[in-house]
């Protein structure tokens, strides 16, 4: 089993600073895909960042040039830098690993963006 351990969230103003942090359990956090999801209220879970066991990385329109999302294998831990925040990046972020026998989540992590 693996688990996903989320922090970093609060609360921030506009054009504020947070970083994200997901530590996994297990050292299949090497060989695994890791990213970021979000939930907004009354949303769906929209995928955020992603970043592959080989450091490529992918984002989602909206948050090119203010996100950035990074792994530190040493550490088993995937972070992501979010900066410029905005309102409507508000809600709760969850980690997700996945790898050929894994697809496992965080509890997820609350962001509010707030002017």
């Known amino acids: 089993q693996v688990q996903l351990v989320e922090s970093g969230g609060g609360l921030v103003l506009t054009g504020g600073s947070l970083r994200l942090s997901c530590v996994a359990s297990?050292?299949?956090?090497?060989?695994?895909?890791m990213a970021w999801y979000r939930q907004a209220p009354g949303g769906e879970r929209e995928l955020v960042a992603r970043?592959?066991?080989?450091?490529?990385?992918n984002y989602a329109d909206s948050v090119k040039g203010r996100f950035t999302i990074s792994r530190d294998s040493a550490r088993n831990t995937v972070y992501m830098q979010m900066n410029s925040l905005k309102s409507e990046d508000t809600a709760v972020y969850f980690c997700?690993?996945?790898?050929?026998?894994?697809?496992?989540w965080g509890q997820g992590t609350q962001v509010t963006v707030s002017s």
């Open positions: 297990r050292s299949i956090f090497r060989v695994s895909d």
């Open positions: 997700n690993l996945r790898s050929l026998l894994w697809n496992a």
């Open positions: 970043i592959t066991s080989g450091g490529s990385t």
